[in-house]
T-cell receptor, first 110, second 116 residues
Framework: AQSVTQPDIHITVSEGASLELRCNYSYGATPYLFWYVQSPGQGLQLLLKYFSGDTLVQGIKGFEAEFKRSQSSFNLRKPSVHWSDAAEYFCAVGYNDMRFGAGTRLTVKP | KAGVTQTPRYLIKTRGQQVTLSCSPISGHRSVSWYQQTPGQGLQFLFEYFSETQRNKGNFPGRFSGRQFSNSRSEMNVSTLELGDSALYLC???????????????FGPGTRLTVL
């Protein structure tokens, strides 16, 4: 069955530390891949997207993601986390429809 | 370019009532999708409209319905409200141009529905 999995429900990192949020998908073909961020009480904002081409994608706010076909993964990374990055992050897959992972809540320690 | 707007932002209803939520997509976007977001179930897809036609539908009961107008504005309706319908309802628009090709979705701020 088609699915999007974010294995980590909650992650805590210290400000200035690096971050990696995991996303795995299960689809027959390579779908379109997205990462969104949601601040409390707000809608979702697109961080970055992958359609084809270079497997390392740069996004807004210093985020990047790497598509690995062999692992069916699209992990989100940031070299140095800022306190303002605390939010919920959603991986999404667009194929015949759009499906979102369950989200990973990021807490940033001062 | 104005973003996706949703009205109202907050709504309080009682069980058994019905509610209509409205969404205005980004100008030029023909695809509008609706999602329900709750702490327990996360973000769940309700339905998607493209050029006034429902293209996809999630796994929700028939009490949840929607429509899209010729100007791409969309409404969703929930009849016979239940306590479990309390949620943040998000609308997203996309410049989807043909079936099967998915561009990124742009989300509105959501409508917070509370059912008492």
């Amino acid at each position: 069955a088609q699915s999007v999995t974010q294995p980590d429900i909650h992650i805590t990192v210290s400000e200035g530390a690096s971050l990696e949020l995991r996303c795995n998908y299960s689809y027959g073909a390579t779908p379109y891949l997205f990462w969104y961020v949601q601040s409390p009480g707000q809608g979702l904002q697109l961080l970055l997207k992958y359609f084809s081409g270079d497997t390392l994608v740069q996004g807004i706010k210093g985020f990047e993601a790497e598509f690995k076909r062999s692992q069916s993964s699209f992990n989100l990374r940031k070299p140095s986390v800022h306190w303002s990055d605390a939010a919920e992050y959603f991986c999404a897959v667009g194929y015949n429809d759009m499906r979102f992972g369950a989200g990973t809540r990021l807490t940033v320690k001062p | 370019k104005a973003g996706v707007t949703q009205t109202p932002r907050y709504l309080i209803k009682t069980r058994g009532q019905q509610v209509t939520l409205s969404c205005s997509p980004i100008s030029g976007h023909r695809s509008v999708s609706w999602y329900q977001q709750t702490p327990g179930q996360g973000l769940q897809f309700l339905f998607e409209y493209f050029s006034e036609t429902q293209r996809n539908k999630g796994n929700f009961p028939g009490r949840f319905s929607g429509r899209q107008f010729s100007n791409s504005r969309s409404e969703m309706n929930v009849s016979t409200l239940e306590l479990g319908d309390s949620a943040l309802y998000l609308c997203a628009s996309s410049s989807l141009s043909s079936a099967g090709s998915y561009n990124e979705q742009f989300f509105g701020p959501g409508t917070r529905l509370t059912v008492l």
